[in-house]
Structures are given as structure tokens and as C-alpha cells.
């Protein structure tokens, strides 16, 4: 997400896991390993009804670039 931000342009967390958030910290609970994967691994990218073709190709270089291809 930083990689990203650092070429202007805003993501954010994809998934939230309510049962992370500190408020619930000292409860008990289950494990839930495929959901805090998803908040783990996932983000939201720029998607809106007047993005451009050229704001798409600079959305997907900036991701490319991210990961390192």
C-alpha cells in the first residue's frame, strides 16, 4: 500500500476483521485464519465511473511495480 501511495495513489484495507479491532481485543474468540488472510493480503484499488484507460495503465504500473515485475 505505501509502494502504492508513493506513486499518488490511494488504496485501502480490503477486508476489515471486526474481531482484530482493539475494542474486542480482550474477548475471547475463534480463529479465524481464512478471514484475517484476506485482510492480510487484500486491498481496494482506484476504481470509479471517469477513470481513464490512462488512469488505469498507471494504477496497474505502480501495482506492477510493486510487486517487483
Do not use: N, W
Given at each position: 500500500?505505501?509502494?502504492?501511495?508513493?506513486?499518488?495513489i490511494?488504496?485501502?484495507?480490503?477486508?476489515?476483521?471486526?474481531?482484530?479491532?482493539k475494542?474486542?481485543?480482550?474477548?475471547?474468540?475463534h480463529?479465524?485464519?481464512?478471514?484475517?488472510?484476506?485482510?492480510?493480503?487484500?486491498?481496494?484499488?482506484?476504481?470509479?465511473?471517469?477513470?481513464?484507460?490512462?488512469?488505469?495503465?498507471?494504477?496497474?504500473?505502480?501495482?506492477?511495480?510493486?510487486?517487483?515485475?
Amino acid at each position: 500500500m505505501q509502494a502504492m501511495l508513493d506513486r499518488e495513489i490511494s488504496t485501502r484495507r480490503g477486508i476489515m476483521c471486526a474481531h482484530r479491532e482493539k475494542v474486542y481485543s480482550g474477548m475471547q474468540r475463534h480463529p479465524l485464519s481464512q478471514s484475517e488472510a484476506a485482510q492480510d493480503r487484500c486491498i481496494i484499488l482506484p476504481l470509479y465511473p471517469q477513470m481513464t484507460d490512462a488512469d488505469q495503465d498507471l494504477v496497474i504500473d505502480a501495482l506492477t511495480e510493486a510487486f517487483g515485475h
